[in-house]
């Protein structure tokens, strides 16, 4: 099974930054996308960034040239810099991993989409 942990949330005061992780555990051979999601409260939840094997980013509009995502192929783990953040970023951020193929058990397994459990990020003004 593979599972996705996140890290680094917090509390921040606006126009400050903060880093999150997010590693994918298990015997993973490749994972064709990683990103972060974000819920508010009483909102749906949406993309904020997305980057694929070959490094090709998404952002959501919102966070375009104040969020960075990167990854690290071989470690299986995707980290999304927040900078100049504002109260309107503040939500439930998650970590989600697309196309992931890993070994379970002694055969090849496919998981079209993985979730993080979710950190919270509250940004006071």
């Known amino acids: 099974q593979v599972q996705l942990v996140e890290s680094g949330g917090g509390l921040v005061q606006a126009g400050g930054s903060l880093r999150l992780t997010c590693g994918a555990s298990g015997s993973i051979f490749s994972i064709n996308a990683m990103g972060w999601y974000r819920q508010a409260p009483g909102k749906q939840r949406e993309l904020v960034a997305v980057?694929?094997?070959?490094?090709?980013?998404t952002y959501a509009e919102s966070v375009k040239g104040r969020f960075t995502i990167s990854r690290d192929n071989a470690k299986s783990t995707v980290n999304l810099q927040m900078n100049s953040l504002n109260p309107e970023d503040t939500a439930v951020y998650y970590c989600?991993?697309?196309?992931?193929?890993?070994?379970?058990?002694?055969?090849?397994?496919?998981?079209?989409?993985?979730w993080g459990q979710g950190t919270q990020v509250t940004v006071s003004s």
């Open positions: 980057i694929t094997s070959g490094g090709i980013t």
């Open positions: 989600a991993a697309e196309g992931i193929l890993y070994l379970r058990g002694i055969s090849q397994t496919y998981v079209e989409k993985a």
